[in-house]
């Protein structure tokens, strides 16, 4: 066991994991109906092997993820959370995938949304709590101050629920990150598809507790570990997301990207 772990995970064994498994590929729960997968719990449970304890994964909804870790009821939250300037004022974050925003539309994409300007005058629906919203409320700003018609954004505490609105004709447009609007709209049976170039860019991270430099330097390590045996990489190409890999983590590195957000 690795001790480079704050000494109360080193006592339990065990490393617990916040996630919020309605985000495919991320993290959503099995064919069987109970047990959580996807990239961000593959990579959870690699990271936890490489320092020598086990995993436990505690399904919670986004929006309370940062207020669980200052809570301490988790050690740390994976599940595509993205690092932003702003989070970082609560949390800070171990980035371990850099992406970059796209739309999922409608099958032919109806209300052409295909870039930030065709934003303007079109209504999106987003996950309540997710950068897709803080995204959509900065083009609206702009789209007004240009004299154009404000963004509608329609907020929903689930994925499906966002999705369901593009395919019953409510709304133009949700934002999501390059993999997981691909797999989306593999799954969606062709009834919704990506559209334009990715935006934004930016990485998801671990979050970890403001101010914990054990765990930090213990996740450093851990990643540093998978990346160098290979794991990492086949975790990635086994969700197909291989293009969003880093080659090395680093923490906060949210605020450097073009596409950060305050």
């Known amino acids: ?3 480079l772990l704050p000494e109360s995970v080193q006592e339990a064994g065990i490393l617990t994991i916040a996630t919020d498994a309605q985000l495919p590929p991320n993290n959503f729960v099995g064919p069987d109906g109970k047990t959580i997968i996807g990239v961000s719990v593959d990579m959870g449970n690699a990271v936890a092997k490489a320092l020598g304890v086990k995993a436990k994964f505690v399904n919670t909804k986004f929006a309370s993820l940062i207020t669980g870790l200052q809570a301490g009821r988790y050690d740390i939250a994976i599940s595509g959370v993205t690092d932003t300037a702003e989070r970082q004022k609560q949390v800070d ?4 995938i850099e992406s970059g925003q796209v ?5 032919g994409n109806p209300g052409k949304v295909d870039s930030q300007d065709a934003m303007c005058g079109k209504t999106l629906s987003l996950v309540t709590g997710t950068i897709s ?13 240009a004299g154009q018609g404000q963004v509608t954004i329609l907020k929903f505490p689930t994925v499906a629920d966002a999705l369901l609105q593009l395919t019953n004709g ?3 447009a ?3 990150n390059l993999g997981k609007a ?5 799954e969606s049976g062709g009834k919704l598809e990506v559209a334009g170039k990715p935006f934004a860019t930016s990485y998801d991270a671990v979050a970890v507790k403001k101010g914990d430099k054990e765990m930090i330097a213990a996740l450093q390590y851990g990643f540093e570990q998978i990346i160098k045996d290979g794991t990492y990489q086949k975790i990635l190409e086994k969700w197909d997301v291989q293009d969003s890999a880093v080659d090395k983590v680093v923490v906060n590195g949210g605020d ?3 596409g950060s957000t305050s």
């Open 1 to 3: 066991m690795s001790t």
């Open 93 to 96: 974050f171990v980035d371990f």
């Open 103 to 107: 739309f999922i539309v409608p099958k």
């Open 133 to 145: 919203v803080d995204l959509a409320e900065a083009q609206s700003a702009k789209c007004v101050q």
């Open 170 to 172: 409510r709304a133009d």
């Open 174 to 176: 949700n934002i999501a």
């Open 182 to 186: 691909a797999y989306q709209s593999k």
């Open 256 to 258: 450097s990207l073009e």
